[in-house]
């Protein structure tokens, strides 16, 4: 690629030199020639202090040297897509404080890429074309047009970054294959999953522990490789990989016990992340698990519209039903409920459990308090009792980590001590541990768990408009998600891994305010919109691609949905 600018730009960025800031405003829907690339100004910023401007590059893939058969398949256009904009991510974080200005001059970014792979709207192959999208800050003096800079940014800067990015020369292609096949790997493997009826497979070799508690990078140095027992050890045939060893998790009730310290929360996050296939080399990228899993934790201070929570709480106080329960600022207990129901709701088949962040109340009442507190002075009947018929008539796995009470070991179906981040076999010394020491508990269910039924939540607080806009959808982190003067609290929505699944999040409901009907439920309409989006891109429902959006699951949806106040 010429690292030269058009003429046509570098005329017009000469002719508004010292200008109005604004009259950059004159590109606003221009194209130029960079060949390969074709270099569009989608929106151009107000000033240097405002979101950079957005741009977008476009190309034929056969003009950079890939071939069809490098993305003839959903998998395989998604692991190129999620691929080359890495590359680009990394060469675009190079490109700090090239360019002098006011605000935000000479920034250039492109959609971070977290350690999943997920479908983005930063990078799109469509037929046989690339597009990517770009924010650049247009170079100001004040709030005047500094052109020296821009027809340096656009001269050199990001020729450059593209050329040593994504130009046929610097493409890996071999890195390119192996970005696909550690996907198709991963895709075989939750097959397996489905053949196998297991819940989840954790590769021999795999790297579980991340960097730090506040990073999703893997831990480096120390760490110990997961290894399965000989016992539990298992076999899948993956079409690159070949023949992998590992730990399957198979359906039902499996607890994790071990000491503290000794990886048992570790080992669920790495569950809990997989649903999510991982980049080549982040240590996770042989762990599967079953794509519905749900996170449940105690989440006191959440809101819910009406729910049936009878299955666990019963005459609480000043509560006149828990058939239709609805409270601004639920408790641990209740609102694990909550978790629980709404997973069911949207179709969850696996339950992820860490009794780090469960109410105790909630997952146990041994005998003791049994004795002390009586039945019908306790309105929670603990998951303890439940979770053996969650199994058996819902068909609802779980898969807990539970260190500090025994109680759980007759329900289990399997056993799995952490010893030093290494599992261990321990079902059967569970097993004769409670023929030795019966427990004096008693199993206190009065009635079967009431079935699912749909339900219509009020909409009404969701009003996308906000002073002379129609429609504003932001995010603050993964934490908040706005929604024209209606916040939604989603910070323990921990499936949510990137930005812009959250404000996608909001461009579906969007779609759920404007098609609600009354006689569709709910929960079929977000199916819809799911399915329209997988034939026809995160395009579909937005009115323009912002660069920004990334796919979460139908789970996750319900999730923010649930949530608002
Ligand atoms: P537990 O839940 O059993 O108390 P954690 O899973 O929180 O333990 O792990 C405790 C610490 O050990 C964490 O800092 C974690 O990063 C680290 N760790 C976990 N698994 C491994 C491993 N396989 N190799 C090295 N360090 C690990
Ligand atoms: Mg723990």
Not at 195 to 214: C, H, K, M, T, Y
Not at 369 to 395: G, H, S, W
Not at 425 to 437: G, M, P, S, W
Request: glycine share 6%; hydrophobic share 35%.
């Amino acid at each position: 690629m010429p690292s030269t600018i058009p003429k046509a730009l570098n005329d017009l960025l000469i002719s508004l030199n010292g200008k109005g800031y604004k009259s950059y405003k004159i590109l606003q829907g221009k194209s130029f020639q960079y060949p390969p690339f074709t270099l569009r100004f989608e929106h151009v910023q107000g000033d240097p202090y405002a979101a950079p401007s957005r741009l977008t590059l476009s190309t034929k893939l056969s003009e950079i040297g890939l071939a069809s058969t490098l993305y003839d398949t959903p998998t395989k256009k998604l692991a190129l897509e999620d691929h080359l904009l890495r590359v680009l991510h990394k060469k675009v974080l190079t490109l700090k404080n090239k360019i002098k200005g006011s605000g935000r001059s000479g920034e250039i970014s492109v959609q971070p890429p977290s350690q999943k792979v997920i479908l983005r709207s930063g990078i799109t192959i469509s037929n046989d074309s690339l597009t990517l999208i770009l924010f650049a800050g247009l170079p100001g003096n004040g709030r005047n047009v500094l052109a020296k800079e821009c027809i340096h940014l656009f001269s050199e800067i990001l020729p450059s970054a593209w050329e040593e990015s994504i130009s046929e020369e610097s493409i890996d292609l071999d890195q390119v294959r192996n970005s696909i096949n550690t996907l198709e790997d991963y895709y075989a493997l939750r097959n397996a999953l489905k053949q196998n009826e297991w819940v989840a497979f954790i590769a021999d070799g795999s790297n579980l522990p991340r960097l730090s508690g506040i990073s999703d990078l893997p831990l480096q140095n120390n760490s110990v490789a997961f290894l399965a027992p000989d016992e539990l050890q298992a076999e899948v045939n993956l079409p690159h990989k070949g023949k992998v060893a590992g730990m399957p998790v198979p359906k039902g009730i499996t607890l994790i016990v071990g000491g503290g310290f000794h990886g048992k929360s570790t080992l669920l996050n790495a569950i809990q992340n997989a649903i999510y296939p991982h980049v080549s080399g982040d240590g996770r990228e042989l762990i599967a698990t079953h794509p519905s899993a749900v996170k449940i934790r105690a989440e006191d201070g959440r809101a819910t519209q009406p729910i049936n929570i009878s299955g666990f709480m019963d005459n609480l106080p000043s509560v006149s039903s828990t058939k239709k329960f609805s409270t601004q600022s639920a408790s641990g207990s209740t609102s694990q409920a909550i978790n629980i129901i709404e997973a069911l709701e949207a179709d969850s088949s696996l339950l992820l459990m860490d009794e780090d962040t469960c109410a105790t109340n909630f997952m146990i009442r041994d005998a003791r308090m049994q004795a002390l507190i009586e039945n019908n002075r306790e309105p929670i009947t603990p998951l303890v009792d439940r979770i053996k018929e969650l199994y058996q008539d819902f068909d609802i796995s779980t898969l807990l980590v539970m260190g500090g009470s025994g109680d759980y070991f007759e329900a289990a179906n399997r056993v799995i001590a952490m010893d030093s981040f290494r599992p261990i076999e321990v079902t059967q010394k569970a097993r004769q541990i409670v023929k030795k020491n019966p427990t004096s508990r008693k199993i206190e269910i009065k009635f079967p768990f009431p079935p699912i039924k749909p339900r219509s939540r009020d909409l009404s607080a969701l009003n996308f408009q906000r002073g002379k806009k129609d429609c504003v959808i932001q995010t603050r982190q993964l934490i908040t998600l706005v929604l024209g003067q209606t916040e939604i609290d989603v910070r323990y929505v921990e499936h949510l891994v990137e930005e812009g699944q959250l404000e996608f999040c909001g461009w579906i409901l969007k779609q759920l305010k404007d098609r609600q009907n009354f006689t569709e439920k709910q929960t079929e309409t977000v199916k819809d919109i799911l399915k329209e989006i997988e034939l026809q891109g995160l395009g579909s429902i937005t009115p323009y691609n912002n660069g920004k959006l990334a796919l979460p699951r139908y789970q996750d949806v319900l999730a923010v949905l649930n949530r608002l106040r």
